[in-house]
């Protein structure tokens, strides 16, 4: 099973800042099948990017991806009020397809 | 747009069947190159994925739980379907359908809003 860890736990932030959250595994994911994945409470998770580095349709162009192998990056350049939340990062190359721990971002 | 909406028992006693389905509407369960699959969450805690089918009936299952674990599509209802046997109180958790795509390089790019499922007698 490809483990994946995340980097920091908790992000304490204010609004406007950048953010840069880690995602490690423990084997090299292939083909760059990784996601990332925004959480808000009481919600259904949001595909924001998929592998590693393309925005699926909608999400604003301040969540960037990038990395490769086994370390990947997930950055937003200038926080809203509305990206504190929950990310999760996800390798679905093989099978487990599994997820993160996840990141919370919240409000310094 | 697509959407997925699951539906099920919100409670099931130790050691039965949890059964849930996810229907698909605004779109076809069976368009081309797409797989279904269930997530699951307990309450505070992490995201697991469950397992996967296409259409065509080929799927692949978490093998944490494989044993437990069968996942069926019925085209007829625009529906695919989970069952979870012999729940443990450790089952409890929103569970959550979603779609793989190409659009996504299969990536889980659509969710259903989720279903509670509790254990517990």
């Known amino acids: 099973e490809n483990v994946l860890t995340q980097s920091p736990g908790i992000l304490s932030l204010s609004p406007g800042d950048g953010a840069t959250l880690s995602c490690r595994a423990s084997q090299s994911v292939s083909s760059n099948y990784l996601a990332w994945y925004q959480q808000k409470p009481g919600q259904a998770p949001r595909l924001l990017i998929y592998?590693?580095?393309s925005r699926a349709t909608g999400i604003p162009d301040r969540f960037s991806g990038s990395g490769s192998g086994t370390d990947f990056t997930l950055t937003i350049s200038r926080l809203e009020p509305e990206d504190f939340a929950v990310y999760y990062c996800q390798q679905y190359h093989t099978s487990p397809f599994t997820f993160g721990p996840g990141t919370k971002v919240d409000i310094k | 747009q697509l959407q997925l909406q699951e539906s099920g028992p919100g409670l099931v006693k130790p050691s039965e069947t949890l059964s849930l389905s996810c229907t698909v509407s605004g779109g076809s369960i069976i368009s081309s190159g797409y797989y279904w699959g269930w997530i699951r969450q307990p309450p505070g805690k992490g995201l697991e994925w469950i397992g996967s089918i296409h259409n065509s009936g080929g799927n692949y299952r978490n093998p944490s739980l494989k044993s437990r674990v069968s996942i069926s599509v019925d085209t007829s209802k625009n529906q695919f379907s989970l069952r979870l046997n012999f729940v443990t109180a450790t089952d409890t958790a929103m569970y959550y359908c979603?779609?793989?795509?190409?659009?996504?390089?299969?990536?889980?790019?659509?969710w259903g809003q989720g279903t509670v499922v509790t254990v517990s007698s």
């Open positions: 592998g590693a580095s």
């Open positions: 979603a779609r793989q795509g190409p659009g996504s390089a299969d990536a889980f790019d659509i």
